[in-house]
């Protein structure tokens, strides 16, 4: 009796642990507050009340959608065609900046090419046990990454990727040039996204450049 009592809490334990892995989300949107602390410019911070990042995942393909006082962009990119778009809309102007694999890759190696340094701090930020990471840029920038573990995202291309982390972003923190941007996470669903949010339009009087035309005028930044 007592061999099959311990069979029982060793088969226990196992299916605990099994159920506690880190959970991995392949379809997911994320919704993060943007808030801007910049004590040199108060007045520029204004332009980003109320400001949003949202962030749609499935399987290879992700749309990234920014909004502000100022205007809104949006990016788009499938990993298994190598194909995407950024779609800005800024005083007026609409622009539509084609993307290859290559030019993805470039436009988000400031995020994806960091190393970032674990730390013993932990936080519970809207109900998410997260652990600290902190990054120095080549740039001098500053990136804190808070981050829950419980959690990863299975495209590890998407904007504003973080691929040295293995978790979830809850809040992330960029400070440059006296300012700091902080992202909190605020909302998360697992519902299915139609996969016709991840096409590129083909119409909407867009000002239409390649990755190469768009740095020459800075439009990519």
């Not at 778009?85 to 470039?106: D, F, H, P, T």
């Not at 090419?113 to 046990?129: P, R």
């Not at 697992?190 to 390649?210: A, C, Q, W």
Request: overall charge positive; charged content about 25%.
């Amino acid at each position: 009796m007592k061999k099959y009592y311990l069979l029982f809490v060793l088969c226990t334990l196992f299916f605990t642990s099994k159920s506690k892995a880190q959970k991995v989300l392949n379809e997911v949107y994320l919704k993060y507050t943007v808030a801007l602390v910049a004590d040199k410019n108060p007045s520029y911070a204004k332009a980003f009340e109320g400001a949003s990042l949202s962030i749609y995942i499935k399987g290879g393909a992700s749309r990234t959608e920014m909004y502000n006082n100022l205007g809104n962009e949006i990016s788009l990119f499938d990993n298994n065609t190598g194909k995407g778009a950024i779609l800005k809309e800024y005083s007026g102007q609409k622009l539509m900046i084609y993307l290859s694999r290559v030019n993805w890759a470039e436009k988000n190696k400031h995020f994806q090419q960091l190393k970032l340094s674990a730390t013993k701090d932990q936080q519970l930020i809207n109900g998410y046990n997260c652990k600290k990471s902190i990054a120095t840029l080549d740039d001098g920038d500053r990136l804190v990454v808070y981050f829950s573990p419980d959690y990863t995202l299975n495209n590890k291309q998407y904007n504003y990727a973080f691929p040295d982390i293995n978790g979830l972003p809850i809040r992330f923190e960029l400070e440059s040039s006296g300012m700091k941007f902080v992202y909190t996470l605020k909302d998360i669903s697992y519902d299915i996204i139609p996969v016709s949010k991840f096409n590129i339009p083909t119409s909407g009087n867009y000002r239409i450049l390649n990755y190469d035309e768009a740095k020459k005028i800075k439009s990519i930044e």
